[in-house]
């Protein structure tokens, strides 16, 4: 349990310095994004956002789509930063998005001041893949 601790905060530290990279002119509400895979590795994602808001990317986005581009799919914890009053959890989306390599993966939530939260993805999206392309054969 200290053993994650140690790795968890080290997955927190890497969120909290790719946020300082983030792209967020229009709602002023930077993310950093840091996601740990099963060969020990880290990817980072920041949001970039859009004039045409529809576009933006969220911070998980990006560490998703580094992550898999490096070959992981082995998802198992993603920390997610923000300087937010309650410890910021990814949106609706992205909790799909993160589904699809590990339902049951670890979400490590901070804010700025260091308020901390953590949750199983599989309570934050229950259910997120049943029925989906099994279609009935007659
Ligand atoms: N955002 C993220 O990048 N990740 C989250 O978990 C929550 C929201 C971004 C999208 C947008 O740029 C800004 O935060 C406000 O919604």
């Known amino acids: 349990?200290?053993?994650?601790?140690?790795i968890y905060d080290e997955l927190v530290a890497e969120a909290l310095r790719v946020y300082?990279?983030?792209?967020?002119?229009?709602?002023?509400?930077?993310?950093?994004a840091a996601l740990s895979t099963k060969s020990g590795n880290i990817?980072?994602?920041c949001n970039v956002e859009n004039v045409s808001?529809?576009?933006t990317t969220c911070?998980?986005?990006?560490?998703?789509?580094a992550?898999?581009?490096?070959?992981?799919?082995?998802?198992?914890?993603?920390?997610v930063v923000a300087n937010?009053?309650?410890?910021?959890?990814?949106?609706?989306?992205?909790r799909q998005l993160l589904a699809e390599f590990n339902p049951s993966m670890e979400i490590i939530s901070s804010s700025i001041s260091g308020k901390k939260g953590r949750f199983l993805l599989e309570s934050l999206l229950p259910y997120a893949k049943q029925g989906i392309l099994e279609s009935r054969r007659e």
């Open 67 to 79: 992550a898999v581009a490096a070959g992981e799919r082995e998802f198992i914890a993603l920390a």
């Open 43 to 45: 990817f980072v994602g």
């Open 53 to 55: 808001f529809g576009l």
């Open 20 to 32: 300082e990279k983030a792209y967020a002119p229009y709602s002023q509400f930077p993310v950093g």
């Open 84 to 94: 937010s009053i309650e410890p910021v959890l990814p949106c609706g989306r992205c």
């Open 59 to 65: 911070a998980e986005q990006g560490a998703i789509a």
């Open 1 to 6: 349990m200290q053993e994650d601790d140690r």
